[in-house]
């Protein structure tokens, strides 16, 4: 009997075992699918949503326990991230900057130049616009600040970082000059494998769990009473953001035009592929090919198409730009605080310098702008998550912003080589002359 009742234990737990085992790979298959099926920021916007109800029904419910459970799961997350940020900085920089100087030719250096004063010009241009509107349309907005703090977490993880943001970012500017004029280092082979690493932890840890992150800080927001405010405010910064990358756009491809002696319009037009493209991909890296063709069409030189269009892909980030200088000066405005020249201006120049080395993929611009965000404005753990959502709600339109841009940065790198080439020409050929009388 015992021996029967033994047996009978053992098949069940097999069976047991077994269902477990299968309710594990169904929702393992169900992780996958929606990872790989979903998008960053259809994932985003669920989670947001689920987090807004779950905080609007807790608060009517007067229960706070799922909200100190996510204020705790979100805390843990954004010590992480401050943790990894300096790391994030010395990982994309420095290989960057290396990569750039150890290419040869002026090309280069006129094309980073050109990309740089670009971005610059894009930040410039958010400023402005950011400095006009916003203190009009979202002035009557709650502190953001209050609502982080009515819920406190069942507890923390100190992760001090291995360094500060400012350190990280001169260390990385030293390294990645210093390497550049160092053939075949040991050392940037090793930085660029660190790189790997960090890119490895930002696209498979990261960027996965940022919809969750952003869901429990919005849960946080819902629960205090904040969050119509906030989504309001979101709603008049996407409409000033879109209107100005447009506008970016056709100052780009007025420039372009006047050069080129074409119809800007036209020029766009022909660009237009690739726009769609970048739309869908969320990629300036992916898109390359597109906008290559798109450039070519607009009748650029095969090799200078070649050159300027797989480097702009990296280092020309005027969409990202636009969004993260005018996203975080409406976060400053919902704060209380007042985002002046002095404040915008070091940003700015510091922020064209790290999209330089800012990697090519979704959410690759946001990632390598939170250390500057946390150095020089403050940027916490209510902020740097509505950051991020800020920007991947319109990562699509501020990448194809990017990479269309790099279409008129062809044109203009082309007009300024030929041109040179031309003087060179003709000076040669007045040396010539002069050396036969």
């Known amino acids: 009997m015992k021996n029967k009742n033994l047996t009978n234990f053992i098949k069940d737990s097999i069976v047991y075992l077994l269902q477990i085992q299968m309710y594990s790979i169904k929702i393992h298959e169900m992780r996958n699918f929606f990872m790989k099926k979903v998008s960053l920021i259809a994932r985003i916007f669920i989670c947001l949503i689920i987090g807004v109800f779950l905080g609007i029904i807790c608060k009517n419910l007067d229960i706070v326990f799922p909200i100190r459970i996510l204020a705790t799961l979100s805390g843990l997350f954004g010590n992480f991230l401050s943790f990894i940020i300096p790391l994030i900085i010395i990982g994309f920089i420095v290989p960057g900057i290396a990569s750039l100087g150890g290419k040869s030719g002026k090309g280069l250096l006129i094309t980073t130049i050109i990309a740089y004063i670009s971005t610059i010009i894009a930040g410039f241009l958010a400023w402005a616009s950011g400095q006009t509107l916003l203190p009009k349309l979202i002035k009557e907005n709650i502190l953001l600040s209050n609502g982080g703090q009515a819920i406190e977490p069942y507890f923390s993880v100190d992760m001090p970082p291995i360094m500060g943001v400012m350190s990280a970012l001169v260390l990385a500017f030293l390294l990645g000059i210093g390497l550049s004029k160092i053939k075949n280092s040991t050392l940037l082979k090793s930085m660029e494998d660190f790189s790997s690493v960090v890119l490895m932890v930002v696209t498979k840890v990261l960027i996965p769990l940022v919809p969750i992150y952003i869901g429990c800080v919005f849960a946080k927001l819902s629960f205090s009473g904040e969050i119509f405010n906030t989504l309001k405010s979101f709603g008049i910064v996407y409409l000033i953001l879109f209107s100005l990358q447009i506008i970016y756009l056709l100052i780009q491809y007025s420039i372009a035009g006047i050069i080129k002696k074409k119809n800007p319009i036209a020029l766009i037009k022909n660009m237009m592929p690739a726009y769609l493209t970048a739309v869908g991909t969320q990629s300036s890296a992916a898109t390359i090919p597109v906008t290559l063709a798109c450039t070519k069409d607009n009748d650029v ?47 700015i120049f510091m922020l064209g310098i790290t999209m330089i080395a800012a990697p090519g993929v979704p959410g690759g611009g946001v990632m390598s702008a939170l250390g500057l965000l946390e150095s020089m404005f403050g940027f916490g753990g209510i902020e740097k998550p509505i950051m991020i959502a800020l920007h991947a709600a319109q990562d699509s339109f501020g990448t194809a912003t990017n990479i269309t841009g790099d279409g008129a940065i062809a044109i203009i790198i082309e007009y300024i080589i030929n041109r040179k080439s031309n003087s060179k020409t003709e000076e040669t050929e007045y040396d010539d002359i002069t050396e036969a009388v």
């Open 301 to 347: 030189q095969d090799k200078v198409a070649d050159f300027v269009i797989p480097l702009c892909a990296t280092i020309h980030l005027a969409g990202d730009t636009i969004t993260l200088v005018l996203t975080s000066m409406a976060v400053m405005y919902m704060n209380g605080n007042i985002p002046t020249f002095s404040m915008m201006m070091p940003f």
